[in-house]
T-cell receptor, first 111, second 115 residues
Framework: GQQVMQIPQYQHVQEGEDFTTYCNSS?????IQWYKQRPGGHPVFLIQ?????EVKKQKRLTFQFGEAKKNSSLHITATQTTDVGTYFC???????????FGTGTRLKVLA | DTAVSQTPKYLVTQMGNDKSIKCEQN?????MYWYKQDSKKFLKIMFS???????INETVPNRFSPKSPDKAHLNLHINSLELGDSAVYFC??????????????FGSGTRLTVV
């Protein structure tokens, strides 16, 4: 079936270090979305990427969509304790509008 | 004003019972969803309705039955609850498929514990 994998599953970083999570699909995606879920909270939409090779920035967060539209990444520069949470990608496969959520990456930031 | 509200927030019940979770959105969205998040944090889609029409029906036991009386409401009824049904259930809403440029708006979740 259609799956979206994320690595790493867990990441612990010292405050101020950078962090990257990667999202991979075996088949082409029409677009990809990213969400953040704080501990005990609900997923919150961050951004959508549609075009091949697209790069978008939100303050310290940089999102990329691969040229083949099969992978994506989220990079956080100089992490802060407020960045703690689980980051999910959600991919929509070509020909469908159903979003499949990735397995998530749990980020812990040590002060 | 809560955009997507779910009730109840917590639900503890015995095996074999029947329970319902309610969801309402005031965003004017056309599409609503039920997601299940297990203890490993995996988010899996269960159902989706677009303007009261069922458009996504994943491989879910038929003990789970969604109902959408109008496009602002989506309820989930679960019959004969089992231990494995314990999870957090999230309701979400969005613009219609194809115009979903602003992602899903999730409710705060219902933590279901079956004992």
């Amino acid at each position: 079936g259609q799956q979206v994998m994320q690595i790493p599953q867990y990441q612990h970083v010292q405050e101020g270090e950078d962090f990257t999570t990667y999202c991979n699909s075996s088949t082409t995606l029409s677009n990809i979305q990213w969400y953040k879920q704080r501990p005990g909270g609900h997923p919150v939409f961050l951004i959508q990427l549609v075009k091949s090779g697209e790069v978008k920035k939100q303050k310290r967060l940089t999102f990329q969509f691969g040229e083949a539209k099969k992978n994506s990444s989220l990079h956080i520069t100089a992490t802060q304790t407020t960045d703690v949470g689980t980051y999910f990608c959600a991919g929509a496969f070509s020909g469908t509008y159903k979003y499949i959520f990735g397995t998530g990456t749990r980020l812990k930031v040590l002060a | 004003d809560t955009a997507v509200s779910q009730t109840p927030k917590y639900l503890v019940t015995q095996m074999g019972n029947d329970k319902s979770i309610k969801c309402e959105q005031n965003l004017g969205h056309d599409t609503m969803y039920w997601y299940k998040q297990d203890s490993k944090k995996f988010l899996k889609i269960m159902f989706s309705y677009n303007n009261k029409e069922l458009i996504i029906n994943e491989t879910v036991p038929n003990r789970f039955s969604p109902k959408s009386p109008d496009k602002a409401h989506l309820n989930l009824h679960i019959n004969s609850l089992e231990l494995g049904d314990s999870a957090v259930y999230f309701c979400a809403s969005s613009d219609s498929p194809g115009r979903n440029n602003y992602g899903y708006t999730f409710g705060s979740g219902t933590r279901l514990t079956v004992v």
